[in-house]
């Protein structure tokens, strides 16, 4: 009798294992490719892209600042990363970048279910492995908090995202943007044991998809400012960046 119920906690750790294996096989869905193209040169921070690359966007958004949109390849350093988009400011005079990594879900704008959004909680925890756990998610006193006035220090994010109202828009997706170390004090269970996200459980501690543009914008949310290269380093480890790449911003663009 006890070596059943062993069995049977062994093929289900089996079981559980090989429902990751396969979901890391299977691509994005396409409604979320459609939706992170679209998200990676739509309208933002109040301008119109400035310059569209294959996978980045940059926009100019004052005299000495760009904030570069860049989609993280499904095959590659998503799997790597667990997120799907990076938003970096540049500071190209003082040589400096901070950013935020997102993983995009998509929602009914209501409830986040587990059981269908792919993948979900190994992509939570390579972010939290990758960021939270390395320091990214510290100021430069070591902390997350800050003196200054501004959110708590944290780069990545969980986005439920609606499903894109018309194709069109010139304008980001709306959704509600979580930090990932705020989702298991809010994620409820049901009945069936199934993990469910609800808004009315997020609102309090979730950003909404305006409010999260303007204040990455104005650095009151994100990673703290560091070195080129440290961001390099991160990249490069994670696939992100080939390694004969590098994140410069070139000053003539921002002259244009
Ligand atoms: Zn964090």
Known sequence: MATDIQNKDLLKKELNKLQIVRSMLLPRSIQ?????????KSMKF??????IKAKS?????SENRVIRVRLIHPNEGE???GADLIYEQ???????????????????????????AKNLDPQIKKLEDNLCKKGFCHCELGRNHSTDYRY???????????????????FTSSGMHIP????????????????????????????SHK??????????????????????????????????ERIIVHVQELEM
């Not at 979320?32 to 990676?40: F, G, N, T």
């Not at 005079?93 to 587990?114: A, N, S």
């Not at 994620?187 to 009315?200: D, M, P, T, Y």
Request: glycine content about 4%.
């Open 46 to 51: 109040g301008v119109q892209p400035m310059d």
């Open 211 to 244: 409010v999260f543009e303007e204040s990455f914008n104005y650095n009151q949310i994100g990673s703290r400012w560091m070195t080129y290269e440290e961001a390099e380093k991160l990249y490069k480890e994670h696939k992100i960046l080939e390694n004969d």
């Open 57 to 61: 966007t940059d926009y100019k958004v």
């Open 32 to 40: 979320e490719d459609y939706i992170l193209e679209h998200d990676v």
């Open 79 to 81: 799997q790597s990363m």
């Open 152 to 170: 708590p220090f944290c780069s990545a994010f969980l986005r439920p995202t609606d499903k894109l109202q018309f194709k069109d828009s010139p």
């Open 180 to 207: 990932i170390c705020r989702i298991n004090g809010v994620a409820v269970e049901s009945k069936e044991g199934n993990k469910i996200l609800r808004k009315q459980n997020m609102k309090h501690t979730s950003l």
């Open 90 to 116: 540049y500071d190209p005079e003082k040589k400096k970048v901070r950013f935020i990594m997102i993983q995009y879900k998509i929602w009914d704008g209501e409830f986040l279910y587990w059981s269908q």
